[in-house]
């Protein structure tokens, strides 16, 4: 994988600006999945949810994550422990925050309507702090606020989106996820 080349590397700008996905890596406390995630959306069950993972979006795009609705406001904190590698506004994700986190794992959440006061890369977090709030930023505008939670494992060569809410159901009661729209 083209990070870890690059962690290899000599101290390049690459390597420097690439640092918290370097130490990220390296740490074993990042290996494993904790039991039970933390659920990213303050207040919302399991139950609450449904799956839209692979329904078809525009420009051919399969939707790689779970859109998890909830009132304009509602705080977004991270589902796990980890360091948050990018605070930034996506043409497609709006205000979006991505976590470097348990379980090999990078964790998106987009469409934020803002984000916690003071986040920054290179900060860790614990499962529960605050890293914004749901909105419909981006791509999401003409849809009402929820947060768009993706989950991408980091393979030896590749990374690989899952299913966030199989993940999310672990170590809760088991409850059916519901289809979206139907
Ligand atoms: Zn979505």
Known sequence: MLLILVCLGL???AAWRNRHVCLWLWATEYAVLPPR????????ELSDTCSSWHAPRS???LHQGADLFAERGTPVVS???GVVWRVGNDPLGGRVVWVLGEGRSLYYYAHLDDWAPGLRSGQ????GDALGDVGNTGNARTTP???HFGVYRVRLLRVEAVNPLPILARGR???????CGG
Do not use: D, F
């Open 37 to 44: 995630l933390e659920m990213p959306v303050t207040g919302l």
């Open 11 to 13: 101290a390049t700008a």
């Open 79 to 81: 589902a796990t422990r």
């Open 59 to 61: 420009g051919g795009r």
């Open 173 to 179: 009661e088991q409850r059916p996820v519901r289809r």
């Open 124 to 127: 860790r977090v614990h499962a």
């Open 145 to 147: 606020p929820h947060l």
